[in-house]
Structures are given as C-alpha cells and as structure tokens.
C-alpha cells in the first residue's frame, strides 16, 4: 500500500511539474513555490527566478483565471439557491479560493512581452474587456460573438469566453426563476 500511494505521489509530481509556466527568456520551468511567490508580489510583471528576466501572464491564462473566479461564483449562487447553511458556503468559499490558488500555477502560461498579454492590436470589439463585458450582460450575444470571432484569439482562451457566456446564461436563468 505505501509503495503504491509514493508511486502516485511521484506521478502526480511529474505531472504537475510537467504543467508548470516556463520562462520564454531561458527556457526553464518554474516550481509550484516559485510560481506562487511571483504570483503573491501584485506586480504586472514576474521576474524569473533564474535568468531575471521580466515575464508576462498569457491572454489565455487571463480567461482560465477568469472563467475559475465565474465557476466558483456560480457554485456559490446554486448552493445559496439551494439553502446550504452559511458555514458550509463559508468552507465553500474557502476551499473554492485555495483550489485556485494550488491549481493557478499550473493553468498559467508566461509570454515575453507586455504587447502580447495587452493585444493593443486589436480592434475595440475584439479586445478582451469588451468580450468579457459582452458575455457577462449578454451572454447570448457574447456567445456568439465569440464564436464568429473564435480565430482571432488562442483556442483555448476561445473555450474560456464561451465558457463564461455560458455560466452568465445559467446565472441568469436562476436568477429568474422561482
Ligand atoms: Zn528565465
């Protein structure tokens, strides 16, 4: 039994260092600790622990970040609709905070440059701010809209817009019914 629970303690190691962001200035991976430690100094910016440089959070791992803050307060709305006590929605919220903050390390991903993370190429309608506004007030629209657009953006961050019109449709719908 010991054998088998280091065994799966060593793969979940692998394969959570394996998700780990890595530096695009040197190439290396950060740990957990190291990721974290960027993430608690509130800078724009991280700088990498082993070459110094200035590294950015990626437009794709924005939505992640942003989609897990709507799942968990949807979660918080279904237990509230469905009368849970306030302790048990106190230790929802809780643990709903510390599942993000293990688990952001490993949906972060590091990109070079400030430009990328901003996209001030974009035109107005296609920059993040005005998607996530659409998908939260419109979900339908936003849905859509994303869709349309879904090329122009990395797919994964696609996925995460969609996702959050989609948690926005289900706030809505509880919200009015009875
Ligand atoms: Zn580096």
Redesign the pocket.
Known sequence: MGNRYTKWKRLVAQKGGDLMPT??????KWTWRQTVNQLLVLSYGMT??????E?YENDSAIAKRIFLLFLSLLLLRVAEKLNLPGTILLIMIVSLLLIIVITYPMILKLSNDEEHSIAVARPWYLREKWVYAMCVIVPPIGFIHVLLNQSRWQRDQTFMYLGIAVIMAIFWVLNFSA
């Open positions: 530096c695009q200035s040197c190439g290396k990498c622990p082993y070459c110094g440089d590294q």
